[in-house]
């Protein structure tokens, strides 16, 4: 069993900061792109941030400057720090993983892995 928890959303004011963690657990092997993505109502889903396992980075457009993605390793874990955060950043911040699992009695399985998402509202 393997998953993606995420932690660190809730309630900022504009102009406020926010650091959103997603943590890989279970019978993983390795771990290549970890990626940021968000969805707000009536939007597509957009990715906002991604970085490899070599340590490279993509960002979209709206988020350049603003926010950062990095990653630990040894921890299986990504980060998403957000600062001079808008309104227009309020939606659901999901993680993805691609991932090499192992599993019992059959072949390593390569795929994504989604987290559940954690609500970031940007208002007064």
């Known amino acids: 069993q393997v998953q993606l928890v995420e932690s660190g959303g809730g309630l900022v004011q504009p102009g406020g900061s926010l650091r959103l963690s997603c943590a890989a657990s279970?019978?993983?092997?390795?771990?290549?792109?970890m990626a940021w993505y968000r969805q707000a109502p009536g939007k597509e889903r957009e990715l906002v941030a991604i970085?490899?396992?070599?340590?490279?980075?993509n960002y979209a457009d709206s988020v350049k400057g603003r926010f950062t993605i990095s990653r630990d390793n040894a921890k299986n874990t990504v980060y998403l720090q957000m600062n001079s955060l808008k309104p227009e950043d309020t939606a659901v911040y999901v993680c993805?993983?691609?991932?090499?699992?192992?599993?019992?009695?059959?072949?390593?399985?390569?795929?994504?892995?989604w987290g559940q998402g954690t609500l970031v509202t940007v208002s007064f």
């Open positions: 993805k993983a691609d991932i090499w699992e192992r599993v019992v009695g059959r072949p390593n399985r390569y795929h994504e892995l």
């Open positions: 279970g019978s993983i092997l390795s771990i290549n792109a």
């Open positions: 970085i490899t396992n070599s340590g490279s980075t």
